[in-house]
């Protein structure tokens, strides 16, 4: 496999915010030649708190447990964004709390729903179809097949 790795000449930082900092890096190509890469880093919590906050915020349910089923780059050749997948368990029914100018419509059905749905396209958002593949993986390592 080829070596394809970047490396950092010069780092600018751009923005220096609460939520948010942006920065521009000069790097060296594994062509030998140099390019400018523009990039985002969002500090904060883990991936499993942002996960648990998120789940409670948006759909109203609270889960005592999460497991991580995998990670994926959505955005890969200009971005370092990664999506981690959790499964959940052990769930609570609660109240959404959405922030102002937020909406979401939290619609109910069952895994294999769900997995059916995108098999047909009915689904189109990539990453919940990733986020199904990567659970349904989970759930065959976890259980064995189904």
Not at 12 to 18: C, K, S, T
Not at 40 to 54: F, K, N, Q
Not at 77 to 86: A, L, P
Request: charged residues 30%; hydrophobic residues 40%.
């Amino acid at each position: 496999m080829a070596d394809l790795t970047e490396t950092q000449l010069s780092s600018e930082q751009l923005v220096d915010g609460v939520l948010l900092k942006a920065f521009r890096d000069e790097v060296r190509l594994p062509n030998d030649q140099t390019s400018v890469r523009e990039w985002i880093d969002h500090p904060g919590a883990s991936p499993e708190d942002v996960a648990r906050r998120e789940l409670e915020e948006e759909t109203g349910v609270q889960a005592g447990r999460f497991e991580h089923a995998g990670m994926a780059y959505p955005c890969i050749g200009y971005s370092s964004e990664r999506i981690h997948v959790f499964t959940a368990h052990d769930l609570e029914r609660g109240s959404q709390s959405l922030a102002e100018g937020e909406f979401v419509e939290v619609v109910e059905m069952g895994f294999d729903e769900a997995l059916r749905r995108a098999r047909q396209g009915d689904l189109k958002d990539m990453k919940t179809v990733t986020a199904l593949v990567y659970a349904a993986a989970h759930a065959n390592e976890t259980f064995g097949p189904a």
